[in-house]
């Protein structure tokens, strides 16, 4: 039972560049989230999902696009990255009320 | 739409010394509460969360925290702390309609010196 995973743990982008961050859970939940931690700032949602083949928007969805093919995993992408995109994201998931399960993060920089 | 103001950035103290970290929220809606821990270097872990029933919630690690709706704050305290307590502590919030989408303080950092 490996809980939340994230791929990749690092990543160092330049403006304009695409990425997809990879979230994996192993537990059967039915809700999974991506935030994004900044300092001073805690963590604010980027987008959600509910169940397979659902999205829907958090509070800072712009610049970012998801994706919920399989129950298992949440897509995050970014098309064309920006400074102002460099943060820790941070994958979680859960089975209905709260939010307990988070993946170990991954450390973006975009130039 | 709710918020949560953790009003200090930075709390130390010495170890074996009581702390309190201090939550208040603004909602318009009832809520539920919860407070998560990061250690250095890792993701966030579940302290502990108040649902309903009894205002006083028990976590894990010793800690606990008390629900006071009247002055809508959820203060996380722990009686004796440890070397091993040093991490950044976030308050949360979510409305029972949608319980699932978590609005975060800013964190506060709790140093515990020797």
């Known amino acids: 039972n490996a809980g939340v995973t994230q791929t990749p743990k690092f990543r160092v982008l330049k403006t304009g560049q695409s990425m997809t961050l990879l979230c994996a859970q192993d537990m059967n939940h039915e809700y999974m989230y991506w935030y994004r931690q900044d300092p001073g700032m805690g963590l604010r949602l980027i987008h959600y999902?509910?169940?397979?083949?659902?999205?829907a928007k958090g509070e800072v969805p712009d610049g970012y696009n998801v994706s919920r093919l399989k129950k298992q995993n949440f897509l995050l992408g970014l098309e064309s990255a920006a400074p102002s995109q460099t943060s820790v994201y941070f994958c979680?998931?859960?089975?209905?009320?709260?939010?307990?399960?988070f993946g170990p993060g991954t450390r973006l920089t975009v130039l | 739409a709710q918020s949560v103001t953790q009003l200090d950035s930075q709390v130390p103290v010495f170890e074996e010394a009581p702390v309190e970290l201090r939550c208040n929220y603004s909602?318009?809606?009832?809520?539920?509460l919860f407070w998560y821990v990061q250690y250095p270097n890792q993701g966030l872990q579940l302290l502990l969360k108040?649902?309903?029933?009894?205002?006083l919630v028990k976590g894990i690690n010793g800690f606990e925290a008390e629900f006071n709706k009247s002055q809508t704050s959820f203060h996380l305290r722990k009686p004796s702390v440890h070397i091993s307590d040093t991490a950044e502590y976030f308050c949360a919030v979510s409305r029972m309609d949608s319980s699932y989408k978590l609005i975060f303080g800013s964190g506060t950092r709790l140093l515990v010196r020797p």
């Open positions: 909602s318009s809606v009832s809520v539920y």
């Open positions: 108040y649902l309903s029933g009894s205002t």
């Open positions: 979680a998931s859960s089975y209905r009320r709260e939010v307990e399960f």
């Open positions: 999902s509910v169940g397979e083949g659902t999205t």
